[in-house]
T-cell receptor
Framework: DVKVTQSSRYLVKRTGEKVFLECVQDMDHENMFWYRQDPGLGLRLIYFSYDVKMKEKGDIPEGYSVSREKKERFSLILESASTNQTSMYLC??????????FGSGTRLTVV | QKEVEQNSGPLSVPEGAIASLNCTYSDRVSQSFFWYRQYSGKSPELIMSIYSNGDKEDGRFTAQLNKASQYVSLLIRDSQPSDSATYLCAVADQTGANNLFFGTGTRLTVIP
């Protein structure tokens, strides 16, 4: 089975901190994604990547950046965390015409 | 913007009944469709995929696709309390890397 691993299950950070969320997949998938999920708003795409060193903006990229230095790893960076970035963050990967596999999620609280 | 619409619910059914979850989509050329189950506080889990018109059965789950009507549904037979979750419909974009567009989900509660 494809495994997508997110480094932290829960995180608490202070306003203004730089935050790194890490995601690693073990199935050599080309495509990786970062979403945030908030009650009533569903899944919202932040950034995605089709290949190493490639990135594309999703629907809500403001306040975020990403890094993909290796095929298996896709990092989400909050440059200066704010309270409105408190959310559940989900990483996913997929290949071609198959559904996404999601990581277990990181619940981030910014205080 | 491609749209995927679901009734947000909540949908309540008694244990043992059939739960019917519905989804419509806007992109007429979409070819791949997925259902995810998400328990509260957990990440979405892929439970069904369907690519052709008609029905696809997997255990107690049946996915139904009607491309002409741009409609996909999920039936859960003999519903169990453990089926209580939010069900997300996802439709693949036919351009580029087949990115998925998600509905906002239908919350299902199975009452013992």
């Amino acid at each position: 089975d494809v495994k997508v691993t997110q480094s932290s299950r829960y995180l608490v950070k202070r306003t203004g901190e730089k935050v790194f969320l890490e995601c690693v997949q073990d199935m050599d998938h080309e495509n990786m994604f970062w979403y945030r999920q908030d009650p009533g708003l569903g899944l919202r795409l932040i950034y995605f990547s089709y290949d190493v060193k490639m990135k594309e903006k999703g629907d809500i990229p403001e306040g975020y950046s990403v890094s993909r230095e290796k095929k298996e790893r896709f990092s989400l960076i909050l440059e200066s965390a704010s309270t409105n970035q408190t959310s559940m963050y989900l990483c996913a990967s997929h290949q071609s015409n198959y559904g996404y596999t999601f990581g277990s999620g990181t619940r981030l609280t910014v205080v | 913007q491609k749209e995927v619409e679901q009734n947000s619910g909540p949908l309540s059914v008694p244990e043992g009944a059939i739960a019917s979850l519905n989804c419509t989509y806007s992109d007429r050329v979409s070819q791949s469709f997925f259902w995810y189950r998400q328990y509260s506080g957990k990440s979405p889990e892929l439970i069904m995929s369907i690519y052709s018109n008609g029905d696809k059965e997997d255990g107690r789950f049946t996915a139904q696709l009607n491309k002409a009507s741009q409609y996909v549904s999920l039936l859960i037979r003999d519903s169990q309390p453990s089926d209580s979750a939010t069900y997300l419909c996802a439709v693949a974009d036919q351009t580029g890397a087949n990115n998925l567009f998600f509905g906002t989900g239908t919350r299902l509660t199975v009452i013992p």
